[in-house]
């Protein structure tokens, strides 16, 4: 039996895997990925669409052109109909309409520059971890051995299981089948509501239907099969339309989990691992991409040990609850699409509240997770948030702040005079700028805040110190994030 030995072993080559990989690959931490699937294309259209923080991650790592050339942009987030977001505060002020095959394509051509190996075909069978590492077995016959294991697996993550880690929440209520495949007959293109609920076909751009039908009934825990899906076409259209040849079928529901916690000693989960809800508004991709985000670089820190690891346990701190959120919301979201009368006449006065401008601007920004707030005590209303991508001037030109996180390095950025803030202790491990701004600070949702001294930005694009030239409190924040001066 042959062991090989990474730092950090992911189970996972989806979005969430692939981000995180890439993640770690910039820190320069020996990352690798166990994926199933032989082929990233197998993806499909089971998921669509980027929100604008995602786009905003991407942009942060130089790469959100990659996406943006192949998708397309709608001004609008969905919560009980569409959101205008265009009014928001950040250059991507949009939704991007793209397939999750293509986006896990670009990924994985991003993971491949970085040179981070994928092991394809093969799934993790079982682990053991111990107090320096966790072996890992593939079902290939080959173990692996990490510091860490990272569960990107999906809702039914065998990683969470093996953990122990308990996935609580609320059972299903309501199923959809979803199908890719080929017709002969011409299909009933659009949406067509009843007294079951909302249904819907759809032309990819290689000419097959892309459906998405209610069930009648619960749906069971068995694979659906073209059978099924014909017989719910006929229910609904009262023809399937010649269905035939499906490059993929599916089920999902509302089923709403999430993990007790993201985190058992050396074993973390993120993306749908941790989280499970039903795919309206779009935010399990999205939140999944983030989730890697916030984890990569405390992972990378722990790793090089700059940082003790109970920096991991700021991962679950902040990353819970946002999951919980969504969690919540996708439950109303669902709800809201109940076909009765009741419900409908609740959806009418929805529409009325959500036309008005704050109940608006508060549910896009949660929509988009542009309003996002870490909890690092009180402060600066721009503490805990994400960094707005200003358009600052430097001692070598005008530079975006986007520009300064490529790298995925936490940066300090002095507004007051050069040299007002030191950070030499840190200065191994923290960029410093001293740059100028003179536009309005805006954020999402809060709107217009006071233009601050200096900020100390960690590499997923929040704001983790802000303050004056006095620089109470930087010192106790580099350490807290970026670990003691002189490690």
């Not at 790469?63 to 950040?90: C, M, N, W, Y």
Request: glycine share 10%; net charge negative.
């Amino acid at each position: 039996m042959r062991t090989n030995e990474h730092a950090v072993v992911i189970a996972g080559g989806g979005p969430t895997g692939l981000m995180l990989a890439a993640e770690l690959a910039l820190a320069r931490v020996n990352v690798a990925v166990v994926e199933r699937r032989e082929n990233q294309d197998l993806a499909g259209s089971r998921a669509g669409g980027l929100h604008a923080r995602s786009i905003e991650v991407l942009d942060q790592r130089g790469i959100a052109e990659r996406f943006i050339s192949q998708g397309q942009k709608h001004e609008v987030v969905h919560f009980h109909g569409p959101l205008d977001i265009s009014d928001f505060p950040t250059r991507h002020n949009y939704t991007l309409g793209l397939w999750q095959n293509h986006i896990e394509r670009i990924l994985a051509e991003w993971v491949a520059e970085l040179q981070v190996p994928i092991y394809r075909g093969r799934e993790v069978t079982g682990f053991a971890q111990d107090d320096s590492g966790v072996d890992v077995e593939v079902s290939d016959g080959q173990t692996l051995r990490a510091e860490y294991l990272v569960g990107c697996d999906g809702g039914r993550s065998s990683i969470r299981k093996l953990a122990g880690i308990d996935f609580t929440g609320w059972d299903a209520t309501m199923s959809w089948l979803i199908v890719e495949a080929q017709w002969s007959q011409e299909p009933e293109w659009g949406f067509r509501h009843d007294a079951i609920g909302g249904h819907g076909i759809g032309k990819l751009e290689d000419g097959r239907l892309r459906a998405v039908l209610t069930e009648r009934q619960l749906g069971t825990a068995s694979e659906p099969t073209l059978r099924d899906i014909s017989e719910a076409f006929i229910a609904v259209y009262g023809t399937d339309f010649g269905i035939h040849s499906p490059n993929w079928i599916s089920r999902f529901t509302d089923l709403t989990r999430q993990a007790a916690s993201y985190r058992n000693r050396r074993v973390l989960l993120a993306g749908d691992a941790a989280h499970v809800h039903p795919p309206v508004g779009g935010l399990g991709l999205n939140m999944g991409v983030q989730d890697a985000v916030n984890l990569g670089w405390k992972l990378a820190q722990v790793i090089k040990q700059t940082s003790p690891p109970s920096l991991l346990d700021t991962y679950h701190a902040e990353r819970h609850p946002v999951g919980a959120r969504a969690l919540r919301n996708t439950m109303a979201h669902v709800a809201l699409r109940r076909p009765d009368d009741r419900t409908k006449a609740l959806g009418d006065y929805m529409s009325i509240i959500l036309s008005m401008e704050e109940p608006r601007k508060r549910m896009a920004g949660e929509m988009t997770a542009l309003d996002i707030r870490y909890d690092f005590g009180e402060g600066h209303p721009l503490l805990g948030r994400r960094m707005p991508d200003l358009d600052v001037v430097t001692g070598h030109g005008p530079m975006r702040v986007f520009a300064l996180l490529h790298e995925a390095r936490p940066v300090l950025l002095n507004f007051g005079e050069p040299g007002d803030v030191d950070i030499a202790p840190w200065a191994d491990r923290v960029q410093s700028r001293d740059v100028k701004y003179a536009g309005a600070w805006e954020l999402p949702v809060i709107g217009t805040v006071d233009a601050p001294h200096a900020v100390l930005i960690r590499p997923d694009g929040h704001v983790a110190w802000v303050g004056d030239s006095t620089r109470a409190g930087l010192a106790a924040a580099l350490a807290t994030w970026f670990g003691p001066s002189g490690t």
